[in-house]
């Protein structure tokens, strides 16, 4: 049985497993750079150590010093959260052979889905549907633009290692696709340390719908349903919800058995999030698998009332999940916001610093996950994320109205947050109306003055 658990990660997703641990009464050990002696997970964990300098290159990037952490501190298993090492394969092999436990999928399912392209093979030959693209990644340029053009213009370029929204080429034409190819390529090879990429159609103002997934170590897969997350900028999500306000039951009950198909596709175990995005006329192309809990994951609770992390340690455990498909049922309506130390109204800039006050919003059907409080001082080297506000109610109305209400009363004075743009998104129509596809924001921005949201 897990006893003790060290969590290789920072901020609210740090926070959010020592609560689910604490509640488990299992014990916790933070690990922590030096910009992060003052945070929230530090102070509530069990037990803490420092593993190296502000920079995650220098701390939460460090798989050995996480390994000796763990040794020390004889743990039985590590949480990766997401970002850092969450989907790193030759960690959680790592930890596989320390006899850690890594509170995630085997180190061969995150292999599989971490390339985009062999992911993208493997659900096809399950039966998902992909979007249409190359088949595998793409070395020449004579060759890619003969794939261009067989795909049809508009096409996207990606790379086989990407990940956080980076690495991704629109091209239109013939003459832009050389030079986006190229550049794909070039970006790829810097910051993934992989130049490999692919090609895919791109679709025209799709929705981003994805699918939970949670399985366990004795073959059963789940799903626990959708949540759309189109609102995004610069394919980085703002927004999330559940259910889609755009999803017929049937064409979820389609989506959701193609998910499990995926996930039994890699040969999963653990939580993990099935991508796909949607067209107008509601075809549904997979485009890519998350093998970690993900940031938006609360919305799911919420409407299921499950517990995501708690299950994530039973299954890391070795328990068998005690319930079936028919047992979870969506109950609620939820919303989450990101809240990012940016500046809406100049372009999205970082605003870390010092917070002076802090008050975050109460009452019924509110919930915030965050690791700020008045007197935090942001550092400077990591994302920008300092909190979500996740809403719910017995239906959409209920959910825009809560979260709009929650909004005014949020109060984070001494920076910058993207609490006010929240707000007049929430009293946008087109959001209202449930009809936001990814180009959503930049239409969004392009119409609204900036003084709405600043
Ligand atoms: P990442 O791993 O970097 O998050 P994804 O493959 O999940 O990349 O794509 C992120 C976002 O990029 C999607 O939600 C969508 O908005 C956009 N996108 C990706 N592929 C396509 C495509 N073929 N057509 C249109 N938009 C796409």
């Keep these: 049985m897990i006893q003790k658990i060290l969590i290789a990660n920072r901020g609210e997703i740090a926070l959010r497993i020592v609560?689910?641990?604490r509640e488990l009464g299992i014990k916790t050990l933070a690990v922590y750079s030096e910009a992060d002696v003052q945070s929230l997970h530090v102070q509530l964990a069990d037990e803490a150590i420092c593993i190296g300098g502000p920079r995650s290159s220098d701390s939460y990037l460090r798989a050995d010093r996480i390994i000796s952490a763990a040794e020390i501190a004889d743990v039985d298993a590590i949480h990766p959260g997401y970002g850092f090492l969450s989907e790193n394969a030759k960690f959680a092999e790592q930890c596989e052979s320390c006899n850690i436990k890594f509170i995630g999928p085997k180190s061969k399912s995150i292999k599989m889905m971490g390339d985009k392209s062999i992911a993208k093979?493997?659900?096809?030959?399950?039966?998902?549907?992909?979007v249409p693209g190359s088949d595998g990644p793409v070395e020449s340029e004579k060759e890619a633009v003969k794939i261009a053009r067989k795909i049809g213009y508009p096409v996207i370029i990606k790379a086989v290692a990407g990940g956080g929204g980076r690495g991704m080429r629109i091209a239109h034409n013939d003459v832009s696709f050389a030079k986006e190819f190229h550049m794909a390529r070039n970006e790829a090879e810097?910051?993934?340390?992989?130049?490999?990429?692919?090609?895919?159609?791109?679709?025209?103002?799709?929705?981003?719908?994805?699918?939970?997934?949670?399985?366990?170590?004795?073959?059963?897969?789940?799903h626990l349903g959708e949540r759309d997350c189109s609102v995004q900028r610069r394919h980085q999500k703002l927004i999330e919800e559940s259910p889609s306000p755009f999803l017929t039951p049937d064409l979820r009950k389609k989506m959701g058995k193609a998910a499990v198909r995926a996930a039994e596709a890699a040969a999963y175990e653990n939580a993990g999030t099935i991508e796909f995005?949607?067209?107008?006329?509601?075809?549904?192309?997979?485009?890519?698998?998350?093998?970690?809990?993900?940031?938006?994951?609360?919305?799911t609770e919420e409407v299921t009332g499950i517990d995501l992390i708690k299950q994530q340690i039973r299954v890391a455990n070795g328990d068998k999940l005690d319930f079936d498909q028919s047992d979870i049922t969506f109950s609620k309506h939820a919303i989450e916001c990101r809240i990012n130390a940016e500046d809406p109204a100049r372009n999205f800039t970082p605003s870390p610093g010092t917070i002076g006050l802090y008050y975050a919003?109460?009452?019924?059907?509110?919930?915030?996950d965050s690791h700020v409080y008045s007197g935090y001082a942001i550092p400077p080297y990591y994302d920008s994320m300092i909190g979500k506000l996740i809403c719910y109610g017995r239906d959409r109305k209920t959910a825009l109205e809560r979260t709009y209400r929650a909004l005014s009363e949020y109060i984070i004075r001494g920076?910058?947050?993207?609490?006010?743009?929240?707000?007049?998104?929430?009293?946008?129509?087109?959001?209202?109306?449930?009809?936001?596809?990814?180009?959503y924001m930049e239409e969004f921005m392009a119409r609204t003055p900036t003084d709405l949201f600043s």
């Design 19 to 21: 609560r689910a641990c």
């Design 121 to 130: 093979d493997t659900v096809r030959k399950a039966g998902v549907p992909t």
């Design 190 to 222: 810097k910051a993934f340390g992989n130049g490999a990429v692919y090609i895919e159609r791109y679709i025209e103002k799709p929705r981003h719908i994805e699918f939970q997934i949670l399985a366990d170590s004795h073959g059963k897969v789940l």
């Design 277 to 299: 995005l949607v067209d107008a006329k509601g075809n549904f192309y997979f485009i890519e698998m998350n093998t970690r809990i993900q940031v938006e994951h609360p919305v």
């Design 361 to 368: 919003p109460g009452g019924h059907g509110v919930r915030v």
């Design 415 to 439: 920076i910058k947050t993207t609490i006010p743009l929240h707000k007049a998104i929430m009293a946008d129509p087109v959001f209202i109306e449930g009809k936001a596809t990814t180009a």
